[in-house]
């Protein structure tokens, strides 16, 4: 049995985190930290765990964390970076679900995070978490931050592409559109009801946060430098990502074929037949990340449509996926949920 921990359990991403462990067989939960619900019950603020979670959420500074065997941070930025390296002398591994170990450049981390990053040596050795890309790296990190949900979907739209070298790397356009959970389980003005409900706005025209690792993680995949455009959207649903996504070829290729065996080993990516079209629903609380190909009127313009759960493959269960490879698991121990429909 694998011993998990959990710092922050009190978040969207937390609480899905705590809904696939506690019916996962080979994960024991030993801790869930908040320092504003220390000892009260998990299934008294979750009341959908009953029965499935019996802890109380502990004061994480009177918490030993050291007798797990890897710890998940739900927390925001800068939390996992200050405790991290206690755990990792510990022998413990760390998953961190937030920002803290997503980029390498720690210059234009604290462009982005408003913050100088206090532990620039497991920036350094930690292991960008998706999968698909990296799989082999995740099995042997100590430190592994995971992505955030548009770069998770971004990143995997434009992989294949990018990868063989068929398009015009420098103008890529991503057209995304997130549910309002994806902003957090927080008070503020722009996802309450009455703001977000029978709404549909862009947001974050002049850089979003998640823009600087989907350009660090695909730049590595097509071996030098890229550029995208990147508009995210709030649209008036709970969860789920829908990414647009536009390329200009520049040879001729078979799309479909391409996204098909790059994809056809992989467990939580469905590359659907030509002519589909993915919609968010079919991936609601799975771990996965659906796709499809287009080429509009035959042309040199491709068009990926792709969908994830924010919380799920864009969050938390990308997070136990990653858990499973470091610790030699079944890739999908735990995460074989089907979507939920309607």
């Known amino acids: 049995m694998v011993k998990v921990g959990v710092v922050g359990g009190t978040g969207y991403a937390g609480a899905e985190l705590l809904r696939i462990l506690a019916r996962h067989s080979e994960v024991e939960l030993c801790a869930i930290t908040s320092r ?11 009341a959908h765990l009953r029965g499935s979670v019996d802890l109380r959420f502990s004061d994480p500074g009177a918490t030993d964390l050291s007798r797990c065997d890897v710890v ?3 927390t925001p930025r800068g939390i996992a970076m200050e405790q991290a390296p206690r755990l990792v002398e510990a022998g413990v591994r760390v998953i961190a679900l937030g920002s803290d170990f997503r980029l390498k450049d720690l210059a234009e981390w604290q462009k982005w995070y408003g913050m100088p990053h206090r532990s620039p040596k497991l920036a350094e050795e930690a ?10 790296q995740i099995r042997k990190a100590r430190v592994v931050g995971t992505p955030g949900c548009y770069a998770t979907v971004v990143q995997l739209g434009f992989l294949p592409l990018v990868e063989a070298d068929v398009v015009d790397a420098g103008h890529l356009i991503a057209d995304a559109k997130s549910g309002v959970s994806g902003a957090g389980r927080k008070a503020q003005l722009h996802i309450l009801f009455s703001e977000a409900a029978d709404n549909f706005k862009a947001y974050g025209l002049e850089g979003h946060r998640h823009l600087p690792e989907i350009l660090q993680g695909l730049g590595g995949a097509a071996r030098r430098q ?10 008036p649903m709970i969860r789920g990502i829908h990414a647009t996504l536009y390329a200009r070829l520049t040879r001729e290729v078979d799309v479909q074929s391409l996204f098909e065996r790059r994809f056809g080993q992989e467990p939580f990516v469905d590359v659907l037949p030509a002519g589909s079209q993915p919609d968010t629903r079919s991936v609601r609380g799975a ?13 040199d313009m491709v068009v990926v449509l792709a969908v994830i759960d924010n919380l799920m493959k864009g969050a938390s269960g990308q997070a136990v996926q990653c858990m499973n490879i470091m610790f030699g698991l079944p ?11 309607p």
């Open 226 to 235: 890229v550029a995208v455009t990147f508009i995210p959207h709030l649209t």
């Open 331 to 341: 890739e999908t121990k735990g995460l074989e949920m089907l979507a939920l429909v």
């Open 36 to 46: 504003k619900e220390a000892g009260a019950a998990v299934a008294d603020r979750f």
């Open 127 to 136: 292991v960008y978490g998706l999968p698909e890309m990296n799989r082999e």
């Open 72 to 74: 998940f941070f739900a």
């Open 287 to 299: 771990n996965e990340c659906r796709m499809a190909v287009h080429r509009p009127g035959g042309g």
